[in-house]
């Protein structure tokens, strides 16, 4: 079956450092691919989404790039800030008889101190 | 506007009870979900319904019985709470693969 797989957190950053968090999956058919992001106490939020080979997602300062060729969609930002303080889920979607099954990694949480 | 709500946001009750979980979502979707997320983040799909017919149904104790009245509704109906059904419990709506939509969750405690 599907599955994702995510970096374990927490991970830990200063403000204004790099951020990468790693996601790799596999699928049987050609799923569309997506990061969601969960503030304490709050529901996921989508945050970006690619749907074929070599599209780049790109919301908030995050970006992300479907990579077919490695199954991979990590999860990049420049310059992080306090507030992007959350939990990150990389999910994929495929269809399956007919409809769209959603599959979501583990989660990573990531803490950024100012 | 609320997109996807649910209700109650809190509930805290004993073991035995019987409890329920109202969804709603007003962005005319097709696809509903619940999703049981414990206390280390991990989420487990749950049930699924596609206009108002259940598509996924993962292994979940009977005692948990989904219910679809129409399109825009998913309620999720637990009997015979136990101690390990305490979670944050969040329903979701999706059209075909744009992405999902959750609610605010559910924090369900038993006690």
């Known amino acids: 079956g599907d599955s994702v797989t995510q970096m374990e957190g927490p991970v830990t950053l200063s403000e204004e450092a790099f951020l990468t968090i790693n996601c790799t999956y596999t699928a049987t058919g050609y799923p569309s691919l997506f990061w969601y992001v969960q503030y304490p106490g709050e529901g996921l939020q989508l945050l970006l989404k690619?749907?074929?080979?070599?599209d780049k997602g790109s919301n908030k300062g995050f970006e992300a790039t479907y990579r077919k060729e490695t199954t991979s969609f990590h999860l990049e930002k420049g310059s992080v800030q306090v507030s992007d303080s959350a939990v990150y889920f990389c999910a994929l979607s495929d269809r399956t008889g007919g409809s769209y099954i959603p599959t979501f990694g583990r989660g990573t949480s990531l803490i950024v101190h100012p | 506007d609320t997109a996807v709500s649910q209700t109650p946001k809190y509930l805290v009750t004993q073991m035995g009870n019987d409890k329920s979980i109202k969804c709603e979502q007003n962005?005319?979707?097709?696809?509903m979900y619940w999703y049981k997320q414990d206390s280390k983040k991990f989420l487990k799909i749950m049930f699924s319904y596609n206009n108002k017919e259940l598509i996924i149904n993962e292994t979940v104790p009977n005692r948990f019985s989904p219910k679809s009245p129409d399109k825009a509704h998913l309620n999720l109906h637990i009997n015979s709470l136990e101690l390990g059904d305490s979670a944050v419990y969040f329903c979701a709506s999706s059209k075909t693969n744009y992405g999902y939509t959750f609610g605010s969750g559910t924090r369900l405690t038993v006690v």
């Open positions: 962005l005319g979707h097709d696809t």
């Open positions: 690619a749907t074929k080979a070599d």
